[in-house]
Every structure is written in structure tokens, then in C-alpha cells.
């Protein structure tokens, strides 16, 4: 079975702060996604990354997968309030159909 | 673009009642996978179709559960008789390559 690790679970911080937060696993995974999750609502897609040591940027979001291809980590420069939320880290096996969610990180940022 | 649709929103029942939740994917997609989210367990697969095929069930709790899809645009999550453990937000995603679209989700409560 694989597993996914997040790490912080939780992480409250200031507005204009920067943080990294990490998804690990023991596993290779074809793919790695990162989702958003506002209470109430589903989880929004924000980036998916498949080659390892693979860096993508979204705006002040910095994506980046393992040269392994068994963890990821996203970065936030310059965190704002609407970033608060859940974040989920999903590996994706070869078929690119099984998708397989770490716990979250649930992230805080405060005015 | 309508994104993935369920209904209903929310759900309160009574234990030994039947439940069925609804799922609309997104038009094109040829996978769905409907997924159940609580604060203990996080994110867990329940089922995933591809082009209306049941891939994978093995998630799915017991024999109380049971999900079909008829069509290419629409499925189906049942539970008979419901628990209260299966006090859930339910949700449904598609997709057509790697990362996954979710709907709302459903908030199912069983009494």
C-alpha cells in the first residue's frame, strides 16, 4: 500500500511570512498533485508534477518533486490570508487513475 | 464549464435508512472516483470507474455499500441500511489525465 506523509499537520503563521510544507512517501509515484481545501468545499487542483526534480511556479506558490520521485514540497513566499486552507499532497500511479491522498497540512495565515 | 455536480448537499438520516448520493462529472472526463473525507481518517478512495468500468472497489467499507455508473455522466453512491459511522462528506471527482476535479461533496449525517 502507498502511503503518503505530510508534514506540518498544522501551521498557523503572519501575513507576509514565508513557509514549506512537505509530502514524503517510500513510494514512487508516476505523478504528484497538490490541492486546496476551503471548508465546505472540494479539493481544488493547484499543480500536478511528474519528473523528477521537476520545479513549478503559480504565482508565489513554488512546486517541487523529488528527484526520487517519493516526495514533494510547496513553498509560499509572501503568505497571504486567502491562502489559508488545507493542503493535500495525492500521488498518482503509473496509470495515472489511482490517487492516493497524504492527511494535509492545515495552514493559517493570519492579517 | 459546469464542474463536477452532487446532490444532494447535504443529508440527514436516520440509522437502517437508504442513501443515495448523486454524481455528475465533468463532460469528456472518462474517469470518476468518489472519495469519503472525516477529520480521523482524511481522504480515502472509496471506488473509481474508468470509461464506466468499476477499476476499483477496494475501498469500499462493506457490502452496504455500492456505486454504479449507467452512463458516461452520471453515478451513483448507495448505502443500505446507513450506520452513523458513515457520517462522512462524500465526494466525487473526475478526470481525464493526471489530477482530479472534486465537486462539493455531499455531508451525510446519520443519526
Known amino acids: 500500500t502507498q502511503l503518503l506523509e505530510q508534514s506540518p499537520q498544522f501551521l498557523s503563521i503572519q501575513e507576509g511570512e514565508n513557509l514549506t510544507v512537505y509530502c514524503n512517501s517510500s513510494s514512487v509515484f508516476s505523478s504528484l498533485q497538490w490541492y486546496r481545501q476551503e471548508p465546505g468545499e472540494g479539493p481544488v487542483l493547484l499543480v500536478t508534477v511528474v519528473t523528477g526534480g521537476e520545479v513549478k511556479k503559480l504565482k508565489r506558490l513554488t512546486f517541487q518533486f523529488g528527484d526520487a520521485r517519493k516526495d514533494s514540497s510547496l513553498h509560499i513566499t509572501a503568505a497571504q490570508p486567502g491562502d489559508t486552507g488545507l493542503y493535500l499532497c495525492?500521488?498518482?500511479?503509473?496509470?495515472?487513475?489511482?490517487?492516493?491522498f497524504g492527511p494535509g497540512t492545515r495552514l493559517s495565515v493570519l492579517p | 464549464d459546469a464542474g463536477v455536480i452532487q446532490s444532494p448537499r447535504h443529508e440527514v438520516t436516520e440509522m437502517g435508512q437508504e442513501v443515495t448520493l448523486r454524481c455528475k462529472p465533468i463532460s469528456g472526463h472518462n474517469s470518476l472516483f468518489w472519495y469519503r473525507q472525516t477529520m480521523m481518517r482524511g481522504l480515502e478512495l472509496l471506488i473509481y470507474?474508468?470509461?464506466?468500468?468499476?477499476?476499483?472497489d477496494s475501498g469500499m467499507p462493506e457490502d452496504r455499500f455500492s456505486a454504479k455508473m449507467p452512463n458516461a455522466s452520471f453515478s451513483t453512491l448507495k448505502i443500505q441500511p446507513s450506520e452513523p459511522r458513515d457520517s462522512a462528506v462524500y465526494f466525487c471527482?473526475?478526470?481525464?489525465?493526471?489530477?482530479?476535479?472534486f465537486g462539493e461533496g455531499s455531508r451525510l449525517t446519520v443519526l
Open positions: 471527482a473526475s478526470s481525464i489525465l493526471r489530477g482530479l476535479f
Open positions: 495525492a500521488g498518482g500511479d503509473n496509470y495515472g487513475q489511482n490517487f492516493v
Open positions: 470507474f474508468n470509461n464506466n468500468v468499476p477499476i476499483d
